[in-house]
T-cell receptor, first 112, second 116 residues
């Protein structure tokens, strides 16, 4: 079953912050985060492994709560270049090594 | 970083014809590759797992006789859409993890298939 993301869509002004959530019904080994621009393939942002870690670089970070099977992506001081559709990708503990199931997606639009 | 290429990037074909899409890992070996399909405004849906030297594993609801997958070498997987119909029009994307690595999926740039 596909992980559910919230919100489905969000509009931000430059400089504002956003949080995107990803929730799975399965026990997870890892959570990936991707950003996709229109007409392009997804671009890998980061991976979080089982162990309840938090990762980040610059103004984009993420957390992974394996007990709740949830992950959140944090975008701070958003820039116009952050616009796109964000997908979480989950790797379940069972069901296939390195097999990633993509979430429902969150469309983010940053306006001046 | 690791690079995955796809060819062609865009293809238009007539209904009933077959189309082959190639996915290559350019600077690493991939014993496993994944094929995804994405319809407009939807998420990526995993179609199948391509395994070098063995049969592909298909997700529920994906017709293995229609979407033929061949993982001919450690750097090449092909997806052939047989007897394509307009409903097969979609964005097809492959991905490959580095062999022996638990980190990061490397995605190809995608192939836009339009069936007339």
């Amino acid at each position: 079953q596909q992980p559910v993301q919230s919100p489905q869509a969000v509009i931000l002004r430059e400089g504002e912050d956003a949080v995107i959530n990803c929730s799975s019904s399965k026990a997870l080994y890892s959570v990936h985060w991707y950003r996709q621009k229109h007409g392009e393939a997804p671009v890998f942002l980061m991976i979080l492994l089982k162990g309840g870690e938090q990762k980040g670089h610059e103004k984009i970070s993420a957390s992974f709560n394996e007990k709740k099977q949830q992950s959140s992506l944090y975008l701070t001081a958003s820039q116009l270049s952050y616009s796109g559709t964000y997908f979480c990708g989950t790797e379940a503990l069972t069901g296939g090594y390195q097999k990633v199931t993509f979430g429902t997606g969150t469309k983010l639009q940053v306006i001046p | 970083g690791a690079v995955v290429s796809q060819h062609p990037s865009r293809v238009i074909c007539k209904s009933g014809t077959s189309v082959k899409i190639e996915c290559r890992s350019l600077d690493f070996q991939a014993t496993t590759m994944f094929w995804y399909r994405q319809f407009p405004k939807q998420s990526l849906m995993l179609m199948a797992t391509s395994n070098e030297g063995s049969k592909a594993t298909y997700e529920q609801g994906v017709e293995k006789d229609k979407f033929l997958i061949n993982h001919a070498s450690l750097t090449l997987s092909t997806l052939t859409v047989t007897s394509a119909h307009p409903e097969d029009s979609s964005f097809y994307i492959c991905s490959a993890p580095k062999a022996g690595s638990t980190d990061t999926q490397y995605f190809g740039p995608g192939t836009r298939l339009t069936v007339l």
